[in-house]
């Protein structure tokens, strides 16, 4: 993220997950409804840009889901539809909702899958490598042909289980956008701060921190940013808002080519705005209502949320 | 806090606990250290406004320590020496320090203290009751002719086992500062906007909600308010960061006696700021060497750390 001022916007190219999740919290419960990290990236960040999305499904994955997507403008070229079961994911959300349990998982089509670029995503300017296994991200990587902005997420079970590509994919990774949970395990520090300084000196000069319903921490160089969480009444489902949060990022800074301080600011403010409706609703229900001017207002609304006076 | 705009500010009278802590981190032990909430809220409030301490302590308090709070300008005439011992208060915090136990406690001179306070202090038009049971906060209430701003902060402790003295109580103060827990605890709400929700039906008209590293959301009528924690590198003792917090607010309304939304948001940031410094050290080392200048520049910094442009 050396380059910075305003500079024309492209296409952003999103790998990842693509599932059908069930998702039980205190209050409700959905079955077989659509989610996987590409799913909500791709979601979101088609609110602000034109996405080309790179997963597999299976021949089980509903018509429906996919002309939505289409519909949303994301391009599916890169979206292989193979023979077998679609990802699927079971999870329970405790009271606190920031704790849940994975009940089940189930790879099924993603199983031995090798992510290939349609030709045309390999001049995309704009990528974003969502959680899976470093091998698959850097596969994908390769075959960009010379992106202007790279951002991946990990998780968890990569940092324990593939910390060799892992790290050799952070070297080549500008933007890393992980939660603080997984910053703490990268890091093996605590404390937010110097966890952001560990992970700075594994390749990224950007790290957006997220921490949920407490907002996120942005990192670069010697600046830091804090972006509150959209303070809601209720929060039906909190599947997918950190997903969605890297969706508004990446989608308003492609779609602005803005990648200077201000515009990784109002970008980080934009997916936080987004990340703030998808929990609005189970899945991606509330994106599926969303429009751009629901965005502009809340954008709005969240100034108003962190304005004060310079002293 | 009906009145807005810049109004003549004035003195600040602050009823609470005055202690010896010993606290203990992961890292490092304090042993038999200034503390107490008043202590915290008069020293903290002591960079803005004329603080008048209420409060009462045992005849082995160190004279240093009353004369360091002289020096702040302080007036102790509000604070009682009695034969015996000061409240002793001991206090371990765990890796994550959001979490601690208390590993000791005695009231000793403070068990059936009945505040009075001095005449002068009666006429003062900002008073603070922090955490002491509300049977105390209210008596000291009484006292005051015709305060301008009533603050208080509350615990779990009475939250359970006082509730009608508090509810009495809150119905007579606008401004409640608690922590996240004591707002769940106070509401049955988990969700802090909820919570919130419940807690302005109680009485106050404003109320700040502490979220320790995750800073603080304010609550007044259809406006909320985020300000983040300053990031620190290192947190060496949490003690005293929501007591200094709320001084740090209450001095800045008590200097300026703006009391405007724009006024309270300004206060809040002056809170988040004293508080920063507090935890940088045991006790309150941090304060004692602790610069006007100090502040200003890191109210600055949390200029930086919030802005963004609007859309």
Redesign the interface.
């Given at each position: 993220m050396a380059e910075s001022g305003e500079e024309k916007g492209g296409a952003l190219v999103v790998v990842g997950s693509v599932a059908i999740d069930t998702i039980e919290t205190q209050a409700d419960r959905a079955p077989e409804v659509l989610g996987g990290a590409a799913t909500y990236f791709a979601a979101a960040a088609s609110f602000f840009a034109p996405v080309r999305m790179v997963g597999v499904v299976g021949s089980d994955f509903p018509e429906a889901d996919l002309d939505w997507l289409r519909r949303r403008g994301i391009d599916l070229a890169g979206l292989e539809v193979r023979a077998g079961r679609t990802m699927r994911w079971t999870g329970r959300y405790h009271?606190?909702m920031n704790v849940r349990d994975t009940l089940s998982f189930e790879a099924n089509v993603f199983d031995g899958y090798l992510p290939t670029l349609p030709a045309a995503y390999c001049e995309a300017p704009y990528v974003f490598l969502a959680n899976i296994a470093p091998e698959l991200q850097t596969r994908v990587l390769d075959q960009m042909r010379s992106p202007r902005l790279v951002g991946a997420d990990t998780m968890n079970l990569w940092i324990e289980t593939a910390r060799d590509e892992l790290a050799a994919l952070l070297r080549r990774v500008p933007l890393l956008i992980i939660n603080d949970e997984e910053a703490r395990l990268l890091s093996g520090e605590?404390?937010?701060?110097?966890a952001a300084?560990r992970i700075l000196d594994l390749g990224p000069t950007s790290l957006m921190i997220k921490?949920g319903?407490?907002?996120v921490?942005f990192f670069s160089g010697n600046?830091?940013?804090?972006?509150?969480a959209y303070?809601?009444?209720?929060?039906f489902d909190p599947t997918g808002a950190g997903d969605t949060f890297a969706g508004g990022v990446m989608g308003y800074l492609a779609a602005t080519g803005d990648v200077s301080p201000?515009g990784i600011?109002?970008a980080?403010?934009y997916g936080s705005v987004v990340a703030s409706f998808t929990v609005e609703a189970f899945s991606l229900e509330r994106l599926r209502a969303l429009t751009r001017d629901d965005i502009?207002r809340r954008?709005?609304q969240f100034?108003?949320?962190?304005?004060?006076?310079?002293?």
């Open positions: 009271e606190d605590r404390n937010v701060v110097r300084r921490r319903e407490y907002g921490l600046s830091v940013f804090s972006a509150p303070p809601l009444e209720e929060v201000a600011r109002k980080i403010v502009e954008y709005r100034v108003s949320l962190t304005s004060f006076d310079v002293a």
